[in-house]
């Protein structure tokens, strides 16, 4: 070990437990990845702090070091973000996994970043509340909150940015701020919960989330709409908006997709372009909500409308779509996910999914188009073989001419999975002159550059 | 004149025709105040630029004379946001105040920053589209961005910062970015977009605005609630919102206020504490929506609650509503508007208003409190004599004990008006060191403090 780590683990040794730092092969290679196709890196060291002052004095420690600093929530992210390209200190925030407290009347929820978001709902279900921001992983809200995730529910319920009421964060000189308030709106000094929000550890480590949360709905209904054509899905979808039906959920799921959906679930929908939709009102309002949409999606030549309230089968058809890239990645094992994540304006999504499909069939690769089709943003996962490099070009030129379409339309280069290293290319095509604003104030806060390098910037 | 200011005009004469250049007396003392009792400063010279070229001239000849510049909307600000004390040139935006593009699909408008609320909403309504943000005046759009604007629906449509997709900005430098895009959601890069909505033009001139709006409403309720006690009408709002009904407006006018309404409407409401309620939605949902309320309202001793579906009286009963502080400005001519903004957890406003009513009450000024209670947020509106140094005095503390409140239950001292010079001094008890983190990145964006000085900092 390097003398420099060697005092830095010294220096720890004095603030944690033993079983709070780990140099341990095992535990370095499990933090040295995420789930995407991304190259792996080893941390020198990783820390399991309980608490924000522990938190306060890692970073300390590092800062006297001059060692890097990455957040580790559960290392579920799509684009690298928990990958010490640069080494030193990961702190992973497993430890520190408590909700701390839910204020019903208030409808918010303060927890610690560790917290999963299932382990979330199943606390607030006692209390008749949710939580509706759910990423395909059972992501830590530390993590959701780092990438500004969304998720299926996006369309009715906002994403990560919209649902933060507070933060507590350790800076780069470990002093600890509050970026908020318990209160639903504020025009009090600048706005640093919304900057914190998908700052992706740039900018410090969160210790504390305040989130807002919602009354579980009187009545639900989910739905799977069948098309000939995910053209005609798509305009189904606009349509939809454009009616002023306040869906809750709109996932679009191609035919490659609904086959693994079916080897999933061991189910025999037609493996043909799907809507899933869930609707959430009180009964009347719902009942002609759903009475709307069956109406709309026949003018597109859906085949066939299913509606589902059973709890249980409608919670069954959501894990499916939850599970779907973990679908495709143990259908096809040795190959890694790579996952195109671009957002357009609503009346660009057909062009652009049409675009993307037709491009993903001269890649003769495993994969398929998923998407929150509600808000115009769509997924091309491919499964590719990390060991041929030619095959990882092919990839990542398929995923510049995606973001190329996009951002040429108003959209953005990443809808909900953030930049990390993956999309850091990208930076200066969509943000121009912003670009400049957004690395002065990384240099405001962080001058050393000591969280989490190479990561958006 | 000076010599610096004439140096500056003879630059600004080069960029910009004689009618967009104006040193008259009449026109510098309409730049020298907003609607508060704040006290006036003139500006040395007042430009009427028409595009985001002469602004980005504009500010790098302010930079050039080390003169400050203070953006100007309309001047209906409540904490003395465009006052420019330390003088300098004022930009008005009110030649810039065309609606650019309605794209309906895509629920997003583009608009220039002197474009009003009503005149967006004039052009919107031909496309069946409207945009909910509604502060009491007919404030400027960019106005309403630079102090994060909210109204009485907001605690259904979001705050100006939750409907703002992209800004464009003029920076310090004269440099012009893009903070967003028109995509419904963005995890690329910093949240640039939330960090300019509501800096008060401490940061940059905005000259060109995207924003979300929404389809007018299938059908519309309104309601008048009478109560016999204003803490009886808040736990009923708490009520209503626990029980999970998506109010669209819900806003508490109390005993005195009323007052004000039946003089402005020439109407004979009871002159008792009041909630007024809107619901949004399709025929059926509402109707049971309606129905929840009307059983809710009566557990908290409800005098008489009556609905209001024809279009011309609801929006009649809304003017009224936002025309009360005018109201209250007319009925007591000669003296000035000091009009508290305190946002708290919902759970701690029946106290909040309470404390704030007795210590009111106290004070023996004519006044009054209306909020937009839903989200937590009350005005405590007094006329003061700006003559009558105790006066001020007496009224100024009596704000501090209101905020002091607020602040001590996780609330804020501004739910929506900004903090302008109001509420500066408040800033270090409400944010900590968070405030130095503000403070950084106003440096950083604004390193020689060009932009509207003495404001938020």
Redesign the interface.
Known sequence: METVIKNAVTDLEDILQNDQISTNPTILEQHSKDESYHKSSLPDVVVFPKCNKEVSEIVQIAAKHKLHVTPFGLGSCLEGHVIPYEHGITIDFSLMNKVLEI??????VKVQPGVTRKQLNNELKKYGLFFPVDPGANATIGGMTA????GTM??RY??M??NVRNLEVV?ADG?????G???????????????F???EGTLGCFTEITLKVY?I??HITAARASFQTINEAVEAV?AI??A?IPVARMELVDEPSMVQVNQHMDSNYQEVPTLFLEFH?????????VA?TEEIVKDFNCIEIHFETDNAKRNQLWDARHNLAYAYIHAYRGRKLMVT?V?????ELAGAIHHAREALDTLHLPGGIVGHVG???YHALIMVNTEDSEEIQKAEAFNKQIVDY?LSR??????????GIG?AK??QQ??????N??K??????DPTGLFNPGK?F
């Open positions: 204020r019903e009347k208030d409808f918010i990438t500004n995730a969304s996006s369309v906002g994403i940015r919209d800076l002093s600890i701020i509050h970026t308030n318990s209160a639903a709106k504020s025009s009090s000094g600048l706005h640093l919960n919304g900057l929000v998908g700052s009354g709905p009187e606009v908006r454009q002023g009102g009180n009964e009347a309002g719902l009942k002609q909500d709307f994540d957002c357009l304006p609503i009346s808000d115009g943003n996009s108003g959209g953005t280069c990443t809808g909900e999975h953030g930049v999309k990208y930076q969509e943000h121009g002159d912003a670009l604003v957004m002065s104030i990384k240099k405001a806060l958006i």
